[in-house]
């Protein structure tokens, strides 16, 4: 089993839907990161959690440590959101960072 | 502000040659920085870290090797490519000695097909 498991693989939606990814990790954790790959492959990191919820205009994203559960949110979701959303931990214990395959996401208009 | 500079963008190399990909950091001082391989369909891989001139950590065995020459220079090499290397590679920074706390900054990305 993977340490970072993201859900869904693959998701489509229509333009303006209201989108939710979800990341869950089994190890202990100093921050949790999501981030954007466009296709082209460059990275954007989005967001940086270790407690709670961060809001960045249409991108809204919490972290339930207890539960060890992450999700992401888009709101009035738009074609240029297409990419793919990785999740990604800082581990406790050493210097090390383990990713989430990525969900890969499709916004029609 | 601070910039990562990858290069080259997409190299195409047969088997058994020789590699160089180059990343800069410009804008900070005493950056840590990371190399990340991103295989086919697959998730990101952290390769190695160096949290300083001459300081590099090794996550996975393979037959790559990485050195850091300068403070914001991180060189990823190998002296003969298999197939298996060909991937995406990834360039990153983070501004702190402690990296777990900071966000890492991504650099373009150079795209390598090993034939």
């Known amino acids: 089993k993977n340490e970072v498991e993201q859900s869904p693989q693959n998701l489509t939606a229509q333009e303006g839907e209201f989108i939710t990814i979800n990341c869950s990790y089994s190890?202990?954790?100093?921050?949790l990161h999501w981030l954007q790959q466009h296709p082209g492959g460059g990275i954007v990191s989005l967001f940086m959690?270790?407690?709670g919820k961060k809001k960045h205009g249409r991108l809204i994203a919490t972290i339930n440590i207890q539960e060890k559960h992450s999700s992401l949110h888009i709101t009035a979701s738009h074609p240029r959101d297409s990419a793919v959303y990785i999740c990604?931990?800082?581990?406790?214990?050493?210097?090390?960072?383990?990713f989430g395959a990525g969900t890969r996401l499709t916004v029609k208009p | 502000s601070q910039t990562i500079h990858q290069w080259p963008a997409t190299l195409v190399q047969p088997v058994g040659s020789p590699l160089s990909l180059e990343c800069t950091v410009e804008?900070?001082?005493?950056?840590?920085l990371y190399w990340y391989r991103q295989a086919a369909g697959r998730g990101l891989q952290l390769l190695f870290y160096s949290v300083g001139i001459g300081q590099i950590s090794s996550e996975v065995p393979q037959n790559l090797s990485a050195s850091r020459p300068q403070d914001r220079q991180f060189i990823l090499s190998s002296k003969k490519l298999l197939l298996s290397d060909s991937g995406f590679y990834l360039c990153?920074?983070?501004?702190?000695?402690?990296?777990?706390?900071?966000?890492?900054?991504f650099g373009p990305g150079t795209r390598l097909t090993v034939l």
């Open positions: 990153a920074w983070s501004p702190s000695v402690s990296w777990k706390v900071n966000e890492q900054f």
């Open positions: 959690l270790s407690s």
């Open positions: 990604a931990v800082g581990i406790e214990s050493y210097n090390d960072m383990r």
């Open positions: 190890v202990g954790i100093s921050a």
């Open positions: 804008g900070t001082s005493n950056p840590n």
